[in-house]
């Protein structure tokens, strides 16, 4: 079986590793190194990392042009696999592999489209997610449904903790699939796309918290877990005339001032007791819901 795999975050080797011990893969695609760090240093991707311990053929391509679609062509692979790669696959490489294009995707479908699904369930308060694998189609998110299973969140559950859980959900129900298409004994279910749902691209912004005007302790807390660990939940504070430091609000009460260690409550409070001063109604507010 000759596998392209696409990824780039840390979630997706999970999938990486599943199919690469199970199959193996003829090449793996991903985003080239990024700037990381106080110090800006050039970092490969966790994808890029496997694929080198275990000298797996690797492209890091900016985006997939003619050259990038020239190396996958010449594998002639017979699946393409998707896990949270970052660029949509354009519609002549879909054509690509002998039996298909696969996408795992962190919702079940057709709720939460697009790029940020497991943080958009936990803020929405969400009972239950789970892991989708679809054919990949021109229209993102969009194609016919090939293996789907539930999950049930946990009440600390973040966004974190779901990526782990449902890439490695995913990682199982793709490897089924890949041992069944070629026998034609995968069934296909198109999507209802009249009751689908869609999700947006986070920035650091999405995280920024107005401490004069604050969101109610319920959609306060959401948001901690949903975007943890990015883009995190944070608000500036002063420290003293003229001065003021990022402070980030973590799952667990935690508190991380700028450049310092994550503390709890208690600990903040007796460190930071005029900083306090300015968040204390965050958490009075949730004593009293």
């Known amino acids: 079986m000759k596998i392209v795999f696409f990824g780039s975050s840390k979630y997706s080797t ?6 690469y011990d199970k199959f193996g893969l003829v090449l793996s695609v991903t985003a080239p190194d990024k700037p990381k760090g106080r110090n800006r240093k050039l970092t490969p991707t966790a994808v890029k990392e496997f694929a080198v311990k275990n000298k797996i053929p690797l492209i890091t391509p900016a985006k997939l ?6 190396i996958i062509v010449k594998v002639q692979p017979d699946f393409l696999i998707v ?3 970052g660029l949509i696959l354009p519609p002549e490489l879909l054509k690509v592999p002998k039996y298909d294009a696969l996408n795992v995707h962190h919702s079940l479908l057709p709720k939460y489209r697009g790029p940020t699904p497991a943080p958009s369930a936990i803020l929405a308060g969400e009972k239950k997610s789970g892991g989708t694998i679809i054919s990949m189609t021109e229209e993102v ?7 789907q299973k539930e999950y049930v969140l946990k009440e600390d559950e973040t966004a974190d903790s779901l990526l782990t859980t449902l890439n490695t959900l995913g990682a199982k129900l793709i490897i089924d699939v890949i041992e069944n298409y070629p026998a034609g004994s995968v069934k296909k279910i198109k999507q209802d796309s009249s009751i689908a749902t869609f999700t947006h691209r986070l920035t650091k912004q999405n995280g920024h918290i107005d401490l004069n005007n604050p969101p109610n302790p319920l959609n306060l807390s959401r948001m901690i877990h949903a975007y943890y660990p990015w883009p995190g939940v944070w608000s500036k504070v002063k420290v003293k005339s003229g001065k003021s430091i990022i402070i980030k609000f973590l799952p ?4 991380q001032p700028e450049g310092k260690r994550p503390l709890t409550l208690n600990q903040f409070k007796n460190g930071y007791p005029k900083v306090y001063t300015q968040i204390e109604h965050l958490f009075s507010q949730k004593a009293q819901s």
């Open 14 to 19: 999970i999938v990486q590793m599943a199919i």
């Open 252 to 255: 667990r009460n935690l508190i």
């Open 65 to 70: 042009d003619e050259t990038a679609i020239e």
């Open 141 to 147: 998110d969009a194609g016919d449904i090939l293996a």
């Open 83 to 85: 896990s949270d790669y």
